[in-house]
């Protein structure tokens, strides 16, 4: 038979549980806020890092380039590509290594070795000019870069918007540890998927304007852009669709591009010179296994 608590156990045992109602409430209410902190606090910290190192700005050399032999052309679009690819990898740097060193770490770090290598590449350019026209003078000015604080990008760092997402060279090397398997996993990817190729088309290009030597490394930069995000695309949908997908889902769509862009340098030539026909034919890509 149960016996009824004496009231002094009675409000013993309501306090003990209130007590206990309001340490696990409390509990709950902290674990809570310490949940959400991290998220919000990681996304300020995200945007913080993301604008506060600025934008390295440099001169733009397309525009400055005198006519272009046709038998120097593919070396020139080489050239002027790579002097994109080094503004976007001393970008990264710049993301890579905020706050680190003293006052003049950026310019001893990142902008002086970044003027080297632009001059290198700009003598090269000037080079493979002067072997079949005169040699362009002068163009070194052209070679220091600066840091734009306010973090805006401009047409000249980000070249076509999509190669900066994957880093090469430098930016590679300077990675978080564990990059170099990731990469080795994106290549066996790329190996079993195979490899895109198209015709090479600067090199079936006639002299250049000047006035059209712009417009016409912009778009052969765009081409090489395309064929990159093809093979990336390629290496994402391993064992995707039928039989016919990598024809129809990537370089179906890949021609029409590069029908396009190959239409806007032949247009661009013609505004000053002889349009240059049966580009087209140039267009169509092959893969690779």
Do not use: W
Request: proline share 6%.
């Amino acid at each position: 038979m149960s016996r009824a608590l004496p009231k002094y156990n009675k409000r013993r045992v309501a306090i003990i549980g209130g007590a206990a109602a309001v340490a696990l409430s409390g509990a709950v209410i902290a674990g809570s806020a310490l949940a959400g902190t991290p998220s919000k606090s990681s996304g300020n910290n995200a945007r913080t890092l993301a604008a506060s190192p600025g934008t390295i700005t440099c001169q733009d050399v397309a525009s400055k380039l005198p006519a272009i032999p046709a038998s120097a052309q593919a070396e020139v679009t080489r050239n002027l590509t790579l002097l994109q690819t080094q503004i976007q990898e001393a970008n990264k740097r710049l993301v890579d290594t905020v706050g680190q060193g003293g006052p003049n770490f950026v310019n001893n770090a990142i902008l002086g070795p970044l003027k080297d290598k632009r001059v290198a590449t700009i003598n090269r350019i000037a080079t493979a000019i002067g072997r079949k026209a005169a040699k362009p003078t002068g163009l070194d000015a052209l070679a220091p870069c600066t840091l734009n604080a306010g973090g805006a990008n401009t047409g000249a760092n980000t070249g076509n918007g999509n190669a900066g997402k994957a880093g090469s060279g430098a930016a590679a090397n300077s990675a978080a540890p564990g990059a170099s398997n990731a990469s080795g996993g994106q290549a066996a990817g790329a190996s079993a998927a195979g490899t895109i190729t198209c015709p090479d088309v600067a090199s079936k290009l006639p002299a250049i304007p000047a006035s059209a030597q712009a417009e016409v490394t912009r778009n052969l930069t765009l081409l090489q852009t395309q064929i990159q995000e093809a093979n990336k695309r390629l290496v994402d949908t391993v064992g995707q669709g039928g039989p016919n997908f990598v024809q129809n889902a990537i370089l179906g769509p890949l021609a029409d591009k590069r029908k396009s862009t190959i239409d806007r340098i032949a247009i661009s030539i013609g505004r000053t010179s002889a349009k240059p026909t049966g580009l087209d034919s140039l267009a169509a890509c092959t893969l690779t296994k």
